[in-house]
Every structure is written in structure tokens, then in C-alpha cells.
């Protein structure tokens, strides 16, 4: 990278936090860090919720409702604010 040369991406991806089935909550634009917008039912049949470690505006949520997802899947991503 040349001197004076910056990175800097506006997008965030929230992963799921667990293995198990993904239901996301119904949410559209803005969402604050720490805000759960979704849960993953883990097989011991515990819920897990899915929070967003950035404030930004959500853009796409890329897990289907029902999804089978693994640990560190990408389940959305945000604009930063």
C-alpha cells in the first residue's frame, strides 16, 4: 500500500454465533450494535440469539429462515452508519 493510500469499507457481515436452525426477526433498516436480529435453535435445543456487533443499516439478510447454518456462517450483512 502507497503512503497516504486508506482502506476503508463501509460493509459488516454478522455471523451466526452457533450450529444449528436460523430464525431471523423481521427487521429492516437501522440496527444498533447489540441488537438481535435473529436466534439459531442449537441442537440441545437451546436458543441462541444472533446480535449485530456494528451499528449500521441492514442491506440483505443471506440466511433463509429454516437454514440449517454452521459457526462463523455469514447470516447478513449492514452498512455502517
Do not use: K, N
Amino acid at each position: 500500500m502507497d503512503a497516504g493510500e486508506v482502506i476503508d469499507v463501509s460493509e459488516r457481515v454478522i455471523v451466526s454465533p452457533a450450529v444449528g436452525i436460523y430464525q431471523p426477526l423481521a427487521l429492516v433498516g437501522p440496527v444498533e450494535a447489540g441488537e438481535v436480529i435473529g436466534h439459531v435453535a442449537a441442537a440441545d435445543r437451546s436458543t441462541i440469539p444472533v446480535c449485530s456487533p456494528f451499528r449500521g443499516r441492514l442491506v440483505e439478510v443471506v440466511a433463509w429462515p429454516g437454514e440449517r447454518v454452521v459457526h462463523h456462517q455469514r447470516i447478513a450483512w449492514l452498512r455502517v452508519a
